[in-house]
């Protein structure tokens, strides 16, 4: 069973930095194509950034490109997201997501099938 747990969110000023985890309890990580997410308040829920199972391949959302980092530590069964240049609209709650056999890079949310509960970015100007 995969479980994921979200930390590091917090209230930062424009231009700051933040770095995400998301810890996965389950024996099967690496194994696991993971991503980001985030949901803004009254907006849909989109890919910010998804990492192959071995880190090879990543694929980023044109907002966040050259501003975010998404990285994985197999041997510690965390993701990463390292946040530069935030801009007030990076404001959202940020979601950790997994999937199995993660051979790619996954920009799709459906095909996702696990996720964590989500930490808050609040970024002011």
């Known amino acids: 069973q995969v479980q994921l747990v979200e930390s590091g969110g917090g209230l930062v000023q424009a231009g700051d930095s933040l770095r995400l985890s998301c810890i996965d309890s389950g024996r099967i990580h690496n194994t696991l194509g993971m991503a980001w997410f985030r949901q803004a308040p009254g907006k849909a829920r989109d890919i910010v950034a998804a990492i192959s199972w071995n880190g090879g391949k990543t694929y980023y959302a044109d907002s966040v490109k050259g501003r975010f980092a998404i990285s994985r530590d197999n041997a510690k069964s965390t993701l990463y997201l390292q946040m530069s240049s935030l801009e007030p609209e990076d404001t959202a709650v940020y979601y950790c997501?997994?999937?199995?056999?993660?051979?790619?890079?996954?920009?799709?949310?459906?095909?996702?099938?696990?996720w964590g509960q989500g930490t808050q970015v609040t970024v002011s100007s």
């Open positions: 997501a997994a999937r199995k056999f993660g051979i790619d890079a996954n920009p799709t949310l459906s095909d996702y099938e696990y």
